[in-house]
């Protein structure tokens, strides 16, 4: 569209210079118009004073005096259209020195302009990438904390877990030390043999039974000591 634009503009400066220039062409061609009328009117002033001469002194000094005024009244004109071509060259030129003086200030505006939209469309996206980097880093982030925490709970629990399974380890040593301080090592050995069996039977799916099998633990009196039936 721009260029289009140009086109036309350049096209109208070429008109109004060929206008012009046909203009001073056609002053040219009648001054030298006048020129050649001059001339034509010298050669009759000059046959005028040759007739005057033969014809007498009264006759030729009027003869004379016509042709002088004459002859200045076309020299007059001729100065005339030489100042009018000359006045319409100089419009022509100051015209065709404005047209391009405004062309120039045109493709000037027109150029920053452009460059004023190209940085700000730069600039904007500019923005639009620095924010999508922006959510970008947010987003990595929010996954980094997020799986951060997540280990630090699954640690928590793992130390939670070991630290109930170490209490309760050493719950049942104190158990079994109380137990076997009381009860005789063969007694002892064969009870403790007997609740891990049933642990393990506990620990299986039931799937026949009606009800949860509850064992129970007899201790008996040993000859050792003096504990009491469970």
């Known amino acids: 569209m721009n260029r289009l634009e140009d086109a036309k503009r350049c096209l109208q400066i070429e008109r109004v210079e060929q206008n012009s220039r046909q203009t001073v062409e056609e002053l040219r061609s009648q001054i030298e118009e006048k020129e050649h009328r001059a001339k034509m009117n010298y050669l009759a002033l000059q046959r005028l004073k040759a007739n005057s001469i033969c014809q007498g002194s009264g006759s030729r000094n009027k003869a ?26 100089l419009a022509a030129q100051d015209r065709a020195e404005v047209k391009y003086l405004q062309e ?7 150029v920053a ?13 500019m923005r639009r990438v620095k924010e999508n980097e922006d959510k970008r880093r947010e987003l990595v982030l929010h996954v980094i904390d997020s799986k951060e925490n997540k280990a630090a709970r699954l640690k928590e629990e793992k130390e ?7 209490i309760r380890a050493q719950q049942a040593a104190e158990l079994r030390q109380q137990l076997r301080e009381k009860l005789d090592p063969e007694t002892f050995d064969k009870k403790a043999a007997r609740v891990e ?3 393990r039977v506990l620990r299986k799916p039931q799937t026949n039974l009606s009800c949860k099998f509850v064992p129970r633990l007899h201790l008996r009196r040993c000859s050792h000591c003096r504990c009491r039936r469970n």
């Open 197 to 199: 069996l049933e642990l």
């Open 160 to 166: 939670r877990k070991v630290q109930i399974s170490r």
């Open 113 to 125: 302009s452009e460059r004023i939209l190209r940085e700000e469309r730069t600039l904007e996206m």
């Open 104 to 110: 120039i200030n045109r493709r000037k505006s027109r």
């Open 64 to 89: 004379i005096e016509k042709a002088q005024l004459m002859h200045a009244q076309l020299l007059h004109g001729l100065e005339e259209w030489h100042k009018k071509v000359l006045e319409l060259h």
